[in-house]
């Protein structure tokens, strides 16, 4: 069974920086492509970042030159580096594969005030 435990997230202030970690165990994660999610409040989940087990990036319009998606297969492990960040970028931030699986981990808060 594939479990997913993301960190990271927290209080900072517009234009400041965050780094995301998600750990997956129970499933071939160097063969998997990786994403992260988001939902802010009263929102439907949206795809922030793709990362392919060649480490090639797709990032979401709203995110792209600011976040920067990477994975390290030794630790199953995928990580989400959050530059100048927005109050518009506050919401819940979860990661799973590209397509999801039905197995979703608790997420991780990222408020941005202004």
């Known amino acids: 069974q594939v479990q997913l435990v993301e960190s990271g997230g927290g209080l900072v202030q517009a234009g400041g920086s965050l780094r995301l970690s998600c750990a997956i165990s129970?499933?071939?994660?160097?063969?998997?492509?990786m994403a992260w999610y988001r939902q802010a409040p009263g929102e439907q989940r949206e795809l922030v970042a793709v990362?392919?087990?060649?480490?090639?990036?797709t990032y979401a319009d709203s995110v792209k030159g600011r976040f920067t998606i990477s994975r390290d297969n030794a630790k199953n492990t995928v990580y989400l580096q959050m530059n100048s960040l927005k109050p518009e970028d506050t919401a819940v931030y979860y990661c799973?594969?590209?397509?999801?699986?039905?197995?979703w981990g608790q997420g991780t808060q990222v408020i941005v005030s202004s």
């Open positions: 799973n594969q590209w397509p999801a699986g039905r197995t």
């Open positions: 129970g499933s071939i994660f160097g063969t998997k492509i």
């Open positions: 990362v392919t087990s060649g480490s090639s990036t």
